[in-house]
């Protein structure tokens, strides 16, 4: 394992944000990961796993304890089977599924970070989600010492929420298991409207997997959602708020706000979620509620692209990407009476 002292951590999040560590460790093997974190539990020291760096908003006073970089590696594909060790590259492994002319994550190429990561946050766009694919999860039981295998039923899987998330200190994901599907070079149905427009289908339809994958990429790409180093509209956690899921009651007092604000004549998104819930739209709220693309005149400012993205303009602090997040939900809940949740996971600071 490669052990670091006083560790730059913003080089590791797509932020490129927050202060150091006072020890990194680089794990690259299961038992590795195991050791460095049974070391950390056993010590009672503070720990930090980072996989990808795509869902972390750590402090600018940094992280006082370990943090543990799972940097494993392995892709192991057996008929529709796949097993994905947790440091694998979450799109890198998506594209060689879709060169297997496999289906089943292909609308989930472009989505920046660790396979690990994926069963946490229950990872989702352009109408697919890992919990439709996962068939198991590896994971250390730091409650129990010992190395678990949990079925999908047992993985609390709900929109962008998991058992993994719900308990993030009792569990490190060490690989991932799912089961894909071979219709012949075909995708899975295609379920999300605006990826059935670009390809020019109906909903429900099926595409080649491959092409299914190059549409989800230009897709993103419109939106800053492809890391590009060059491109500061992507020095973010990419959708820096969850879709905000509301009950019936919640939902007509929020409509009642919108025709008081923009008039009779305008429907919010709306989709169904169960229970009588209704999903409506993040982005369109920030965007109604004021804050359009490209808001904000300090170092931490709205994405140009895509206003569901808070962006890191090269210079920011954390502290400037909170001040800018803060503005935002205050805006939307005075607007609408709906309140933002952050979807990235912040480490050392709150919004």
């Avoid at 229950?122 to 010992?146: C, F, H, K, L, P």
């Avoid at 879709?243 to 604000?261: C, G, H, K, Q, S």
Wanted: aromatic share 6%; glycine share 12%.
């Amino acid at each position: 394992m490669q052990e670091l002292h006083d560790a730059p951590l913003a080089p590791l999040t797509t932020f490129r944000l927050g202060g150091p560590a006072t020890r990194l460790v680089v794990a690259t093997t299961d038992d590795e990961v195991v050791a460095a974190v049974r070391e950390a539990d056993e010590a009672g020291t503070p720990l930090l796993i980072i996989g990808g760096g795509s869902n972390l908003v750590i402090g600018d006073k940094g992280f006082d304890g370990t943090a543990l970089r799972i940097a494993t590696r392995g892709f192991e594909l057996n008929g529709t089977g796949l097993e994905l060790a947790a440091g694998e590259t979450w799109t890198d492994a998506v594209a060689r599924t879709v060169e297997a002319g496999l289906g089943g994550v292909e609308c989930l190429a472009g989505i920046p970070g660790s396979a690990g990561a994926t069963p946490i946050q229950n990872v989702g766009a352009y109408g697919q989600e890992v919990a439709s694919t996962i068939t198991e999860v590896v994971a250390y039981d730091r409650r129990s010492g010992e190395t678990v295998v949990l079925p999908n039923v047992d993985c609390g899987f709900a929109y962008r929420h998991s058992r993994f998330k719900q308990d993030p200190e009792r569990y490190v994901v060490l690989r991932v298991r799912f089961d894909l599907e071979d219709a012949g070079g075909l995708s899975a149905p295609v379920k999300y409207a605006e990826t059935a427009r670009a390809l020019g289908i109906e909903v429900g339809e099926r595409v080649p997997v491959a092409a299914a994958r190059e549409t989800v990429l230009r897709l993103r790409a419109g939106k800053g959602m492809v890391l590009d180093a060059d491109d500061h509209d992507t020095w973010s956690a990419g959708s820096f708020f969850t879709n905000p899921i509301l009950t019936a009651a919640e939902y007509e007092t929020f409509l009642t706000r919108v025709r008081d604000r923009l008039g009779d004549g305008v429907a919010p998104p709306a989709y169904p979620s169960g229970d009588g819930r209704t999903k409506t739209s993040a982005a369109w709220l920030i965007d109604k509620a004021g804050f359009t693309k490209g808001y904000g005149s300090g170092p931490a400012r709205i994405s140009t692209k895509h206003t569901l993205a808070l962006t890191n303009r090269g210079e920011a602090t954390t502290e400037d990407l909170l001040a800018l997040a803060r503005e935002v939900v205050a805006g939307v809940r005075d607007a609408f009476g709906v309140t933002l949740v952050n979807e990235p996971v912040t480490v050392g600071v709150s919004l």
